[in-house]
């Protein structure tokens, strides 16, 4: 029996990527050239898009979509957790996929629920926009969690949002860290948190200390990136004493990296983090973290898009928490 093609096997033979193809079938821009080979290449594999569009109006099968970056991170299983239990109660199936943070894998994972009829999707996005178009096109039901994506699509930016009060998080970590008398404090971030980084330049201007931007980094969503980001911080800047790590794969790696280096903590850097996970208290000294409510995030964003279909609705912000431990100490 021949397999059914799919939106993946379209871009491969247009030499496109699946963003570019579902936006073609849906209606969205291109240029020409392109358009025509996305067609040309839909109607020789017999591509049907039956989900791009009508699919959602005439076959709903109900369910939601959630789409994750990375299952085996503590603070997505439970945002997971979280939707899980409200879709529970509601009766609803859930249908799960880990988007690595990578666009392209966003697109396809959007395609594939579109095709199946969902018609509901609760996404910790990666920040690109452009995977999105279609779905917002053909009618799905959107709620970002944990994050939201910035476009200038007018209807991308009517997404509502279940999202932490992560400036606020942040602001109290920095204000902590300079109250203990520290000044070349560092932030180590991740993709898709645009307002962590930007919250910690804005605290350090309003607290009158200088923005050093070879002491703000970045690493992907990988371990192994993470690790490499936190250990060339350390090695370049040696003079920091204090790091705010922007989520908990990337204080992980400040933990190793400060490890493998000798560095004493807090002795000689102190560190806080962004998420409480089980194994922040394990770590001798056990960690200070800026405590998100992730369940809470992920069962908020199930009742949004469960009860959103067809109305505006507005996000949600839910507090964050400062938890001191024994992980920073005064400048020394």
């Known amino acids: 029996m021949k397999a059914r093609t799919t939106i993946k096997d379209v871009a491969e033979a247009a030499g496109v990527g699946v963003a570019t193809v579902s936006r073609v079938l849906s209606g969205g821009s291109a240029s020409q050239p392109t358009r025509e080979r996305v067609l040309a290449a839909a109607a020789e594999l017999d591509y049907r898009p039956s989900a791009l569009g009508r699919n959602l109006r005439q076959r709903r099968t109900g369910g939601i979509g959630l789409l994750v970056p990375d299952i085996t991170d503590s603070f997505h299983g439970r945002v997971a957790d979280g939707v899980l239990a409200c879709a529970r109660a509601a009766g609803e199936p859930v249908i799960l996929g880990a988007t690595g943070d990578d666009a392209e894998s966003e697109a396809e994972l959007i395609g594939v629920l579109l095709e199946q009829g969902v018609e509901r999707v609760i996404a910790v996005p990666s920040g690109d926009p452009e995977p999105w178009g279609p779905a917002i096109r053909a009618g799905m039901t959107v709620v970002f969690a944990d994050r939201r994506v910035i476009g200038r699509d007018n209807a991308l930016s009517a997404v509502p949002a279940v999202l932490a009060d992560e400036r606020a998080g942040v602001r109290n970590a920095v204000e902590y860290l300079v109250g203990l008398g520290h ?29 050093d931007e070879e002491l703000i980094v970045f690493g992907r969503g990988t371990r192994d990136s993470a690790y490499a980001a936190a250990s060339g911080l350390f090695q370049h800047r040696p003079d920091l004493t204090g790091v705010i790590a922007g989520g908990n ?3 992980e790696a400040a933990v190793l990296a400060a490890r ?23 770590c001798a000294p056990p960690l200070t973290v800026i405590a998100s409510p992730a369940q809470d ?36």
Do not use: H, K, N
């Open 183 to 211: 000044r070349r404090i560092a932030y180590l971030g991740g993709v898709g948190q645009p307002q962590r980084a930007a919250a910690f330049r804005d605290t350090l201007a309003a607290l009158g200390i200088a923005i």
């Open 249 to 251: 794969v990337l204080g």
């Open 260 to 282: 493998e280096l000798d560095l004493r903590v807090p002795r000689d850097v102190s560190l806080i983090m962004f998420d409480d996970v089980p194994w922040a208290e394990l």
């Open 297 to 332: 995030i992920g069962y908020r964003a199930a009742e949004l898009v469960l009860r959103t279909a067809g109305r505006r609705t507005r996000g949600v912000r839910l507090p964050t928490e400062l938890i001191i431990r024994g992980s920073c100490g005064p400048r020394r």
